[in-house]
């Protein structure tokens, strides 16, 4: 299907079912309509106030183009024996020299006062041109005095008055204010000599001479305050937001990059920022930035800038990417956990993000569809923007062929490609690895549609095609602690193994094995175990929640409750996922009635928070459940409808009352015949059928007077006649009439249901929440773990901790203590010791214990005092693949730089021998600049780091934040024995001769080991084993 821009009538586009259309056909209904917008205006002739269009007063803000000083240093070099020479392709084409008062022939007017770039210039025309075709409808444009300004404000009118064909006789006039000029920083000597309306008028500007400005130039000094100028900003922009008011306008003022900040406080009210923080945000402003207020008859609310948000939620697993306008950036959400039900991570996305434009597939669930539309209903309605919706809250719905996945990656890598550098394409997947993950399909699928959409919209490139996204970034939902699919990998959360059984494996052939969740999920339901999934796949920051469910723990962990759990777990078994899918569908099938009434039986049961039984008494009263396992379809019970319990009666009495018919009639028939019978067959009605004669070869044969010959079945001819037509008129076809009566019952009892779905989802959620809990409690009181004290601050305080997986397949477990803080126990930790010493389980046990916690779960050990972390960053193994393209060390590079980018100092991040894929020099190199980096960072995050690269130790700055630890160990002989319990300290031997014994070595290489360790020790050199001195000169003749 192919869609001209142009041929489109946007009153029709509502007939083209949007799933049939690609992003780019989306967009091109969007334009058209715009378009039409215009058309009308122009053919009816009416101005912008006559159309009321400024029923919405407005202030929109805008700093000045890219000046000219910022790309070359000194303007002076461009004026060679005082004729202008322009040095660079973005530097105006002449400028004349300026006479003015103190200078007669001044260039240094130009220095004071210096003008716009090419660049800056043509900016202003497009930023002009993008407001017409964004239907902004500007009433007024003010600008500063600085030539800089005038010259964007009459760039941004040409630009709009191009676009704006429509409006032929109104000419916008750029009227100077002197108050919007800027506050000096104390680098002016004197105020700049500006150019007067005449000399502006004279460069064909398009000013208007008769404005006389609020705040008169004479007033404007050198030696103004800070204070002075925020007194002097905000006098201005209230008068102008008056301004605005009264005449119901919409107001586009031209100033600096320091008078946004008085903006901001015109609707914000808050007291002016001190120098420092201003002059940072300053600094930040870039070139053409604007900033828009509205009035909603109480207040000035800000309209926020365009942020376009695209979701895409399959197999339980949610994935986002948006673009802000503002910041120039995009931002990727990885894939997590997502309830189809509950949609609670969507909602928080919503809020945090809160998009101007939404994509998402045309496959998407409805629920999920009108979610989005709510969300968007809502924030129009919180804006007091209902009669702007349409244009401003953008729902686009996607060809779900834009999500494919393989088109998705490659749109990602190109992208990434030309934002970095213009390296060769080869190297473009191994680049977008290191800068998304990959293997997050939903993310990827989001990003890629994100990327098309920009491009199309001309919001990802500026005027000459190059991107202005600069930077990829992930972002966080609010209270989520955030964790990769690495870290839970690393950690053993969850562990994938091959089923043993084609038949009961699931679809990928995987089932659970020994992880983390299969010890703790003890859930008796299927619901309940789903949710404790998504429980351990999206641990939380929120304490209020973490403290319910440890209560809740507590509670059902105690001896006194134990016989609560028992009674309740049979009933939870009953529980089944809701099949409210299918009911709306009128797919439903005769089990699913069982496990509906199943499961709301087992919700009363459990608890009492289904006060309305009424569901429940209807299912039950209705339904004939035994009747329905018998038969294999819907049956209604008898006393629920009268005329279906009387054509019951008739279908059970009908075979007597065929048997007496067909002895009437026997006598009647024309011919003789030994035997027959009155059948009925559904749809057909009532026969007679009589024995087939073997003297019948042809159809011919059968015709006998006075019966309608039907067809031959078994040997047996079917006739009707008079009295059968009769049965089928009296009768009429009872089974068929059974069968419509209990449809229409049954699609009563579903629209009943489905009026109370709320209220019976609402139950099983309650009733798996009840199990998962149930589930944690079990676990805990069969481990012997205790309940965590979570507080927020930044704090690891756990004695006495245990490994919750090792300590199942080791006995005795030997316990140790983690701490970590800013003040007694550091907050870096470096462990040394021998191999197969206990490290690595020391370093996931930590990551273990902060997670379990971070679920509400209760911890391994005798006490723990945890403080809420924000992200928890691992590198314990590598995850190099072929697939990707990336080596091993690149792999462990990634998750390193990825811990570097995103930690803060409430995070944890656990490292596991880094650096022992490269040469060693190098890998001390690495990891030595990665710790240092966290030491002299004012926010250091928890670290936990392994390595047997002892010359660590002597590059590492000494810090109070620092700590060395080491495993104890116990020499005996020329064996060690490993005691598993952490000290303070540093190793001084490997002892890899031992591992290399008990690994089995021979024991000639382990002498070996012993000797060249030894040598290196004592700056020996080494040589050959067993080679005498004329055998080493006889080598080095060689």
């Given at each position: 299907?192919?869609?001209?821009?142009?041929?489109?009538?946007?009153?029709?586009?509502?007939?083209?079912?949007?799933?049939?259309?690609?992003?780019?056909?989306?967009?091109?209904?969007?334009?058209?309509?715009?378009?039409?917008?215009?058309?009308?205006?122009?053919?009816?002739g009416r101005s912008n106030k006559e159309n009321g269009l400024n029923a919405t007063p407005k202030i929109m803000m805008m700093r000045h183009g890219e000046r000219l000083d910022s790309c070359h240093f000194d303007i002076r070099q461009c004026f060679q024996k005082g004729v202008y020479t322009p040095l660079q392709l973005n530097h105006p084409s002449c400028l004349q020299l300026r006479s003015n008062g103190e200078l007669p022939e001044g260039v240094d007017a130009w220095v004071e006062d210096t003008p716009l770039s090419n660049m800056g210039r043509a900016a202003a025309f497009l930023m002009g041109r993008a407001l017409a075709r964004e239907e902004?409808?500007?009433?007024?444009?003010?600008?500063?005095?600085?030539?800089?300004?005038?010259?964007?404000?009459?760039?941004?009118?040409?630009?709009?008055?191009?676009?704006?064909?429509?409006?032929?006789?109104?000419?916008l006039k750029v009227k100077i204010e002197d108050g919007l000029f800027e506050y000096g920083f104390g680098r002016l000597s004197r105020v700049p000599p500006f150019l007067s309306l005449a000399a502006f008028k004279e460069e064909q500007y398009c000013v208007d001479e008769d404005y006389v400005p609020f705040f008169p130039r004479e007033q404007l000094s050198v030696d103004e305050t800070y204070l002075q100028f925020v007194r002097r900003s905000q006098a201005v922009v209230e008068h102008f937001a008056e301004f605005s008011i009264t005449n119901r306008c919409c107001t586009l003022l031209v100033s600096h990059a320091p008078y946004?900040?008085?903006?901001?406080?015109?609707?914000?009210?808050?007291?002016?920022?001190?120098?420092?923080?201003?002059?940072?945000?300053?600094?930040?402003?870039?070139?053409?930035?604007?900033?828009?207020?509205?009035?909603?008859?109480?207040?000035?609310?800000?309209?926020?800038?365009?942020?376009?948000?695209?979701?895409?939620?399959?197999?339980?697993?949610?994935?986002?990417?948006?673009?802000?306008?503002?910041?120039?950036?995009?931002?990727?959400?990885?894939?997590?956990?997502?309830?189809?039900?509950?949609?609670?991570?969507?909602?928080?996305?919503?809020?945090?993000?809160?998009?101007?434009?939404?994509?998402?597939?045309?496959?998407?669930?409805?629920?999920?569809?009108?979610?989005?539309?709510?969300?968007?209903?809502?924030?129009?309605?919180?804006?007091?923007?209902?009669?702007?919706?349409?244009?401003?809250?953008?729902?686009?719905?996607?060809?779900?062929?834009?999500?494919?996945l393989s088109r998705c990656k490659n749109t990602v890598q190109q992208f990434i490609s030309s934002v970095s550098s213009d390296h060769a394409s080869v190297e473009d997947k191994i680049r977008a690895t290191l800068f998304v993950d990959m293997e997050s399909v939903c993310m990827i699928r989001a990003l890629g549609v994100l990327i098309n959409y920009c491009e199309?919209?001309?919001?990802?490139?500026?005027?000459?095609?190059?991107?202005?996204?600069?930077?990829?970034?992930?972002?966080?939902v609010n209270d989520m602690l955030v964790m990769d699919d690495n870290a839970y990998e690393s950690l053993q959360i969850f562990k994938k193994q091959f089923h043993p059984s084609v038949y009961k494996a699931g679809r990928d052939g995987f089932k659970e094995g020994f992880g983390l969740f299969s010890v703790c999920n003890r859930c008796c339901s299927s619901v309940g175990a789903a949710k404790l999934r998504r429980w351990f796949l999206r641990p939380t920051r929120n304490l209020n929640k973490l403290k319910q469910r440890l209560d809740s723990i507590e509670i059902l962990s105690c001896d006194s409750n134990f016989h609560f759990i028992q009674a309740i777990q049979k009933p939870l078994k009953q529980i089944k996922s809701a099949i409210f899918n299918r009911l709306r569908a009128a797919k439903v099938n005769p089990s699913d009635w069982i496990s509906l009434y199943k499961t709301i039986n087992a919700c009363i049961f459990v608890a009492e928070f289904l006060k309305n039984r009424k569901n429940l008494k209807v299912i039950l009263s209705e339904v004939d459940f035994k009747a329905m396992v018998e038969e294999r379809q819907f049956a209604v019970k008898s006393g629920i409808d009268r005329t279906l319990d009387e054509k019951k009666e008739l279908l059970k009495r009908l075979p007597e009352l065929l048997t007496e018919v067909i002895k009437s009639e026997v006598d009647n028939l024309p011919f003789p015949i030994a035997a027959c019978t009155c059948v009925y067959i559904p749809t057909i009605g009532y026969l007679i059928a009589v024995?087939?004669?073997?003297?019948?070869?042809?159809?011919?044969?059968?015709?006998?007077?006075?019966?309608?010959?039907?067809?031959?079945?078994?040997?047996?001819?079917?006739?009707?006649?008079?009295?059968?037509r009769q049965l089928d008129a009296e009768l009429g076809d009872v089974k068929l009439d059974i069968k419509d009566l209990e449809s229409s019952i049954m699609i009563s009892l579903q629209n009943f249901v489905l009026k109370h779905a709320t209220v019976i989802q609402h139950a099983v959620e309650c009733a798996a929440t009840i199990d998962c809990l149930i589930s944690m409690a079990l676990t805990a009181r069969e481990y012997n773990w205790v309940r965590p004290e979570l507080v927020e601050e930044n704090v690891i305080d756990v004695s006495g901790s245990r490994h919750p997986l090792q300590e199942l397949c080791t006995a005795p477990f030997v316990n140790n203590s983690v701490k970590s803080d800013e003040n007694e126990f550091g907050k870096m930790h470096v462990l040394t010791g021998p191999n197969a010493c206990g490290?690595?389980?020391?370093?996931?046990?930590?990551?273990?214990?902060?997670?379990?916690?971070?679920?509400?779960?209760?911890?391994?050990?005798?006490?723990?005092?945890?403080?809420?972390?924000?992200?928890?960053?691992?590198?314990?193994?590598?995850?190099?693949?072929?697939?990707?393209?990336?080596?091993?060390?690149?792999?462990?590079?990634?998750?390193?730089?990825?811990?570097?980018?995103?930690?803060?100092?409430?995070?944890?991040?656990?490292?596991?021998?880094?650096?022992?894929?490269?040469?060693?020099?190098?890998?001390?190199?690495?990891?030595?600049?990665?710790?240092?980096?966290?030491?002299?960072?004012?926010?250091?995050?928890?670290?936990?780091?392994?390595?047997?690269?002892?010359?660590?130790?002597?590059?590492?700055?000494?810090?109070?934040?620092?700590?060395?630890?080491?495993?104890?160990?116990?020499?005996?002989?020329?064996?060690?024995?490993?005691?598993?319990?952490?000290?303070?300290?540093?190793?001084?031997?490997?002892?890899?001769?031992?591992?290399?014994?008990?690994?089995?070595?021979?024991?000639?290489?382990?002498?070996?080991?012993?000797q060249v360790c030894q040598n290196q020790k004592r700056g020996y050199q080494l040589f050959r084993p067993e080679s005498t001195a004329e055998d080493i000169k006889e080598e080095f003749k060689r």
């Open positions: 299907m192919s869609v001209d821009p142009e041929e489109i009538d946007p009153k029709k586009t509502v007939r083209i079912p949007m799933n049939t259309l690609n992003t780019t056909q989306c967009l091109a209904l969007k334009r058209a309509k715009k378009r039409n917008v215009r058309r009308t205006l122009k053919h009816s902004e409808t500007l009433d007024y444009v003010f600008a500063s005095p600085a030539y800089r300004c005038v010259e964007t404000a009459d760039e941004v009118v040409r630009g709009y008055e191009s676009e704006c064909d429509f409006l032929p006789d109104v000419k946004m900040d008085s903006l901001t406080s015109l609707y914000k009210g808050k007291e002016p920022r001190n120098p420092k923080e201003w002059i940072r945000l300053v600094q930040n402003t870039p070139y053409l930035y604007m900033r828009a207020l509205k009035w909603n008859g109480k207040k000035w609310f800000c309209c926020p800038p365009p942020i376009v948000l695209c979701i895409y939620l399959s197999n339980q697993k949610l994935g986002a990417a948006y673009y802000d306008t503002d910041s120039s950036k995009i931002f990727t959400l990885n894939d997590v956990a997502e309830s189809m039900d509950e949609f609670s991570l969507l909602i928080d996305v919503l809020n945090q993000v809160r998009p101007t434009t939404i994509l998402f597939s045309s496959k998407a669930d409805e629920r999920l569809c009108k979610l989005i539309n709510d969300f968007q209903n809502n924030k129009c309605q919180q804006n007091g923007e209902v009669e702007d919706a349409e244009n401003e809250n953008d729902l686009i719905v996607v060809a779900a062929s834009e999500f494919e199309i919209e001309s919001a990802s490139t500026d005027h000459f095609g190059r991107p202005v996204a600069f930077c990829l970034r992930s972002f966080e024995p087939r004669s073997s003297s019948c070869s042809k159809d011919g044969d059968y015709e006998k007077p006075g019966l309608e010959f039907m067809f031959i079945t078994n040997d047996r001819v079917h006739y009707k006649n008079e009295t059968m490290k690595s389980v020391y370093l996931k046990q930590v990551g273990l214990l902060v997670y379990l916690a971070h679920i509400g779960s209760f911890v391994p050990a005798s006490s723990a005092r945890i403080g809420l972390v924000d992200r928890i960053c691992t590198r314990l193994h590598s995850t190099g693949s072929i697939n990707d393209g990336m080596s091993t060390f690149a792999a462990d590079v990634k998750q390193v730089a990825m811990a570097t980018k995103y930690a803060t100092k409430k995070s944890l991040i656990i490292i596991d021998e880094f650096g022992k894929g490269t040469l060693t020099d190098v890998g001390v190199a690495l990891l030595g600049a990665c710790l240092t980096y966290w030491l002299e960072r004012d926010k250091c995050p928890h670290v936990f780091v392994s390595t047997h690269l002892y010359r660590l130790l002597n590059i590492l700055p000494e810090s109070p934040l620092l700590r060395y630890k080491t495993m104890k160990v116990m020499r005996q002989g020329e064996d060690v024995l490993f005691l598993y319990s952490i000290c303070d300290g540093q190793a001084t031997e490997s002892y890899a001769a031992c591992a290399a014994s008990k690994a089995g070595l021979p024991e000639r290489v382990c002498n070996r080991i012993r």
